[in-house]
């Protein structure tokens, strides 16, 4: 497919929602793919990316920073508490708040450095064993928390599950980031972005359909 057909259809999505053009951002999901599938991307304009370890984007976004003006790097995937520090000093933005123990790390760290990245909560909208984040009956008490701590939380993300209708669990997300007056919504992936949008997301985060499969290399 490609980037400029994943633009194509976002800008389609909002259209048909009756959204201002613009007004979804697109990450790139760059994780586990060739550097040179990166700069490629990069360099048809694209500067908003999504990783999902902090070590693997250590390795290879710093450079890409230095060399590109605007990069805005997304961390997408879960964070362990003793890579935070990391991730704060790369990421312009954490889309996986999803537990109060790394809330509390989170605020010490932006305590200490006057600044922070954006936060989105991760909820389990699918109360799914084996997946992180908050539950859905936990997430106002969780944004609360979250708040309480001075936290800069921006909205709610979720990863609906595999084998489920993902616009069940968009409406859920939505509904939940309405009613605690968030306006940022992360969800929807290459196989159902479109859908996402109809539902409000403002970020998609799309990989395999702008790089082609991941190489595990």
Do not use: Y
Not at 24 to 31: C, D, F, M, N, R
Not at 38 to 43: F, K, M, R, S
Not at 144 to 154: F, G, N, Q, S, T
């Amino acid at each position: 497919m490609g980037l400029t057909d994943i633009r194509e259809k976002i800008a389609a999505a909002e259209r048909d929602a009756g959204r201002p053009a613009g007004s979804v951002t697109l990450i790139a999901v760059s994780k586990v793919q060739p550097l040179a599938r990166i700069e490629a991307v990069l360099e048809q304009g694209q500067r908003v990316f999504g990783e999902n370890r902090v070590q693997e984007a250590e390795g290879k976004w710093p450079d890409f920073k230095a060399r590109f003006d605007g990069v805005d790097l997304h961390l997408i995937g879960p964070l362990q508490t003793n890579k935070a520090r990391h991730a704060v000093e790369l990421f312009d933005s954490i889309h996986s708040v999803d537990r109060p123990k790394l809330a509390h790390k989170l605020a010490d760290l932006a305590q200490e450095r006057g600044a922070s990245p954006q936060l989105f909560i991760q909820v389990n909208t699918g109360a799914e064993p084996q997946k992180a984040g908050i539950l859905p009956a936990e997430t106002d008490a969780f944004v609360a928390e979250c708040r309480a701590l001075d936290l800069p939380v921006k909205g709610l993300m979720c990863i609906p599950p595999v084998d489920e209708e993902p616009s069940l669990h968009f409406a859920l997300l939505a509904k939940m980031a309405a009613r605690n007056g968030l306006d940022g919504l992360s969800m929807g992936m290459s196989a159902d972005f479109e859908r996402a949008i109809a539902l409000g997301a403002t970020h998609v985060r799309v990989g395999s359909a702008i790089f082609g499969e991941r190489s595990h290399d």
